[in-house]
């Protein structure tokens, strides 16, 4: 899978496309020119990740027989950028680069590059692949578009943590932003089912998007903390150090294991089992105490107590759901090497 990708970001520099080459020229000279290394490096990497990410989406787009004409170059995203860079030059002139406005601009910057990046992804994967948006008949589909600003908006949260751009009410601000996108984490689920647009790209955002939200704020949060959790020092700071390594090396084998076997999976997709929905349920109780344990400092002591109860049930269902997903998921794997088998033993009688 990382051979592709280096396959396609090549094809895609020796064709790069202006919109593209604007982006990336407009992004670094407003990280250089009208940004605060310290305030805007996080944001600035978002936006230098997802424009790279549709850099190779251009590439595979192209090496899949796409023409010239592909999602990347959506004018939204651009005319965005265009509009964002002026902003940004007009508050440099006025010596207002950190101002509360400039934080917006580089807030509206990041969604809307997410959002590019992700547009550019799906749609090059259903041209290889036509069953990936088969339920919304091509298109990426309102489920979808759910999934992906629901992540846009969760990156948002760890630096309103860590910066505290609009002073006290950062912490507020960001705890409604993770509760809007943990509540809507079933909503995508229910208008999929409910309107008849399931699709095998949404399997994948689903579990993608857990992730997106939990880790960049598990990080914020402990660092708000100093790494203390709001925990004592003692046993239960280590169990929650051992339990929270668990859930780590449980997701991080999972993906490993995914790009490995991501050509067989790619047939049919992986959706989450009722193991892993309801380990994402202990993750959000989690991130919701932790989170409001840094906004309200009288319940610090009593919430963290719930978190630590938390982040114990998370670990145990990390193991548990290896299990599941293994016993669920293998069959998968196995049916496309069994046919191949059959296959080859078959030519060979013939």
Known sequence: MLRKAFRW????????????????????????LYGSFVQNFYLWAIVMICDILVLCAHGAWLDAGGHTYGPWRAP?????????FAVLFILASEHRQDSILSTYVWYVVVVSAICHAFYSILLTMHLSDQTWLEGTHGRVGVPNWISIT???LSVLVPHLYAVQPFGKASSL????????????????GYIARHFNQTTKAGKALDPLGDKVIFYPTAIAFLLATKGTAF????????????CLGTMVLRDFAFIVWFFVNYDRLGAVGVSASIVDK?????????????????????????????GFVSIIIVAAL?????????????????????GRHAEHHD???R
């Open 278 to 306: 309801i380990r994402m349920g202990a993750m959000c109780a989690w991130l919701g105490s932790s989170a409001i344990a840094l906004t309200f400092a009288d319940l610090q002591s009593r919430l963290a107590i719930a």
């Open 9 to 32: 970001f090549g094809i895609a520099i020796c064709q790069i496309s202006a919109p593209e080459l604007l982006a990336l020229a407009l992004n670094v000279a407003a990280f250089i």
């Open 76 to 84: 939204t995203p651009h005319i965005v950028r265009l509009v964002a």
């Open 231 to 242: 925990l004592p020092a003692g046993p239960m700071r280590v169990m929650f150090y051992v």
């Open 318 to 338: 990390s193991i548990v759901s290896i299990i599941v997903d293994y016993g669920r998921i293998k069959p998968l794997i196995a049916e496309p090497k069994a």
């Open 150 to 152: 629901r992540m846009a």
């Open 173 to 188: 601000i960001a705890t409604c932003t993770l509760v809007a996108a943990i509540i809507t984490d079933a909503a995508d």
């Open 347 to 349: 030519s060979a009688d």
